[in-house]
């Protein structure tokens, strides 16, 4: 994956946000998901404001587009098989990936996957 699918990836991760609001370590937080380059985060987020995916203003990070949320009966796929959250690392035998139009989100276990998308 190029950096600039990264960078989409991340796009629609935060379009997709289900809360109003986030502070900019949250929203932060969430894009780690899809890289864990400093830099690379950084972009994301100024890519996303420059494009009017989010506002920005000060700490706060506010997605512009409302009722867009990620929902798991049709954009989240579960499937078995051996694989490693991508949050934590862990080995799991069940995993959860979030579907976007840029690409394929996971895997994820059945508590990161809720923390990823705020759920918890």
């Excluded at 991760?13 to 380059?37: F, N, P, Q, W, Y």
């Excluded at 950084?42 to 494009?51: G, K």
């Excluded at 009966?73 to 840029?102: L, M, N, P, T, Y």
């Amino acid at each position: 994956m190029t950096d600039d699918d990264r960078i989409e990836l991340g796009l629609e991760l935060l379009a997709h946000l289900e809360h109003g609001e986030l502070s900019v370590k949250e929203a932060m937080d969430r894009i780690e998901i899809v890289t864990t380059s400093p830099q690379l985060q950084r972009d994301i987020l100024d890519e996303a404001a420059r494009r009017g995916v989010v506002e920005r203003e000060g700490g706060t990070v506010r997605p512009v587009a409302d009722g867009t949320y990620v929902s798991f009966e049709s954009d989240v796929v579960v499937k078995e098989g051996e694989f490693s959250c991508q949050r934590c690392g862990a080995g799991i035998s069940e995993g959860h990936f979030v579907q976007f139009d840029a690409d394929e989100m996971g895997p994820f276990g059945s508590t990161c996957i809720r923390k990823v998308l705020g759920r918890e």
